[in-house]
């Protein structure tokens, strides 16, 4: 039996390196399509980040059943996993954790599956770090709740949440630093 490529450790740095960028040029939609094969973006992600410290949290059934071993992490509730994973196509019917003022870094990392980046109806003007003057994101396949919520889990900064766009092959980030206007 061979192993998909995203569970292989050169591919799961690679990936990973992609994160990297990602997170620090918020807006910019980073492919990872030539590394993981037939692997979605985000199934590529959770096999990139998850381990056994981890807690992760699906709402809305986006794991395969199989890939559960594999990730070896704890389910965890919405409330307090430090990644929960969400369709963006579905209305924002969540609460992740935002961190503490004593622990900021506990907010979670909301991983949302959407139709395409770079296309679509929802245009989204970002600024902030990372960002040299503003970036124009274009989204299909996510409900704009998602936008209006994201605005209240990060009102306290530096609390928060941290998101993660992904296609079927791409990936873009949007840090809770990140200013977005629709």
């Not at 990602?22 to 993981?36: E, V």
């Not at 959407?114 to 770090?129: I, M, Q, T, Y």
Request: hydrophobic share 45%.
């Amino acid at each position: 039996m061979k192993t998909e490529s995203i569970w292989r450790a050169d591919v799961q740095q690679s990936v990973f390196r992609e994160l990297v960028e990602a997170f620090s040029r918020p807006g910019d939609i980073r492919d990872l399509g030539a590394r993981i094969d037939s692997a979605s973006a985000q199934r590529a992600v959770l096999a990139t980040l998850m381990d056994g410290e981890i807690t992760l949290a699906d709402p809305h059934g986006q794991i395969a059943e199989g890939d559960w071993p594999l990730l070896q992490v704890t389910p965890g509730a919405s409330e307090s996993a430090r990644y929960v994973v969400a369709d963006g196509r579905r209305a924002p019917d969540i609460q992740p954790a935002l961190g503490s003022l004593d622990s900021p870094e506990f907010g979670a990392t909301v991983l949302i599956e959407v139709d395409r980046l770079g296309e679509g109806e929802l245009l989204l003007n970002l600024a902030g770090p990372g960002i040299d003057g503003e970036r124009v994101l274009r989204v299909a396949g996510l409900q704009p709740g998602w936008l209006t919520r994201r605005a209240e889990w990060v009102s306290c900064f530096p609390l928060g949440v941290d998101l993660l766009l992904s296609d079927a092959r791409r990936i873009v980030a949007l840090p809770r630093t990140t200013r977005i206007s629709a």
